[in-house]
């Protein structure tokens, strides 16, 4: 149940998105109007606009990929080594690292700076390498790798149907913005808004893929193999470890993306890939956090520590204060801010052990200090500390024994 509604919500945003980009796209090419001058109406629909760099639907498509990289991720590393040794296994780990990247790209423009540094060598790359190589291994890989599993091996060809799509609209889109008139190029809307949510959906496909691969054998043992059941062996050392390597490693990538890639800004690519190192880790914590939580602690802290990551995320994010971080609009910074003091207040309010109570304020506290001190020099910083702050309450959290149900 807890997998249906995670994926109809996905679906729902992403055809929500879908139309945002449609309409968006479309009142662009008939208004010749910077967009701070557009209707209030049209303003949010910016936000859903999956072709625009630095709003919630870029964050939500880079979410939405880290999330489906992090699932193949732990299905390689919790499957049995013994289960298979065919070629195809290592496919979880390739295609997570490759997911990974592509949500780095989405809130970064990598593959745009890539252009502007070798336009013809880059695309003629990612093509053929997409067209011919990708999709035939990731088919090869949900036929042989999750032969056990129908429903995973179907949705892993799904998503490769889709991902085949996308240069075909890609083509139409290419087509309508090259038809004489405005009127002529409205169906370049239609096209862009298909074939970027198309790209969605065939990452949802490929999240459910791994998420119905995990909890399909995560019961019992594999056929015919004898093997036990998927499992990650978490422990506070490991999980301690895991976060100081990724914070490590954020704030190596914030800091060599702000002092080396910003010169770009000037060329036209508006993504900001410092802002995916502090979003990302914010936003793996939160499922980390939730997932941690369950059968420890009443549901409200986990969820209540969740919400609170997941704003900030997207908040850092979508670069939400290019938008509205405006004196006339600042009421909604406190606003938000106060939301967070909301969460902190549900957090507190069960009965909890006093280490959980602590780290889960502290996080909070950090999350809420990261919003006030938008769009300061020292976000990015605040950011980091945040996740500092969620690691310690998972700990705290990987601390407490489960309740038996």
Not at 6 to 16: D, E, G, N, P, R
Not at 88 to 100: E, I, N, Y
Not at 311 to 322: R, Y
Request: glycine residues 10%; neutral net charge; proline residues 4%.
């Amino acid at each position: 149940m807890a997998l249906r509604v995670l994926f109809v919500s996905l679906v729902l945003v992403s055809l929500l998105c879908f139309v945002s980009t449609w309409r968006v796209v479309d009142f662009w090419l008939h208004n010749d109007v910077d967009w701070r001058d557009w209707p209030l109406a049209y303003k949010l629909m910016l936000q859903g606009n999956l072709a625009q760099e630095n709003v919630l639907g870029a964050w939500f498509s880079s979410m939405l990929l880290l999330m489906a990289g992090a699932a193949f991720l732990l299905c390689f590393a919790a499957e049995p080594r013994d289960a298979g040794k065919s070629v195809f296994r290592f496919g979880w780990l390739l295609f997570g690292l490759v997911f990974v990247g592509l949500s780095l790209d989405e809130l970064g423009s990598f593959h745009e700076r890539l252009a502007l540094w070798q336009p013809d060598a880059a695309w003629r790359l990612m093509i053929v390498g997409f067209i011919l190589v990708v999709p035939v291994y990731m088919t090869g890989f949900g036929l042989v790798q999750l032969r056990r599993s129908r429903a995973g091996a179907g949705l892993i060809v799904l998503g490769v149907a889709c991902f085949s799509l996308i240069p075909v609209y890609e083509h139409f889109e290419i087509m309508g913005l090259a038809a004489p008139g405005v009127p002529g190029r409205s169906g370049h809307a239609l096209w862009t808004a298909a074939e970027e949510t198309t790209e969605l959906l065939g990452m949802i496909a490929f999240l459910a893929a791994a998420l119905v691969f995990a909890a399909t054998f995560s019961h019992r043992p594999m056929a015919g193999s004898g093997a036990p059941r998927l499992s990650l062996r978490l422990s506070p050392p490991v999980l301690a470890g895991a976060y100081l390597i990724v914070v490590g490693l954020a704030a190596a990538g914030a800091y060599a993306s702000r002092r080396w890639l910003a010169v770009l800004e000037e060329d036209g690519v508006n993504g900001l890939p410092e802002n995916w190192f502090v979003g990302a880790p914010l936003f793996l914590s939160a499922l980390v956090v939730l997932a941690l939580s369950q059968g420890r602690v009443h549901r409200s802290f986990g969820w209540a520590i969740a919400f609170s990551a997941v704003l900030v995320s997207a908040l850092v994010g979508a670069d939400i204060q290019k938008f509205f971080w405006s004196e006339e609009m600042a009421w909604l910074k406190w606003g938000l801010a106060g939301a967070l003091a909301v969460a902190g207040i549900i957090a507190l309010m069960p009965r909890s052990a006093l280490a959980v109570r602590i780290t889960g304020l502290a996080a909070i506290a950090a999350l809420a200090v990261t919003v006030a001190a938008m769009p300061g020099p020292h976000t990015l910083a605040l950011g980091l500390v945040a996740v500092l702050g969620l690691g310690s309450c998972g700990l705290a959290l990987l601390t407490q024994p489960v309740e038996e149900h």
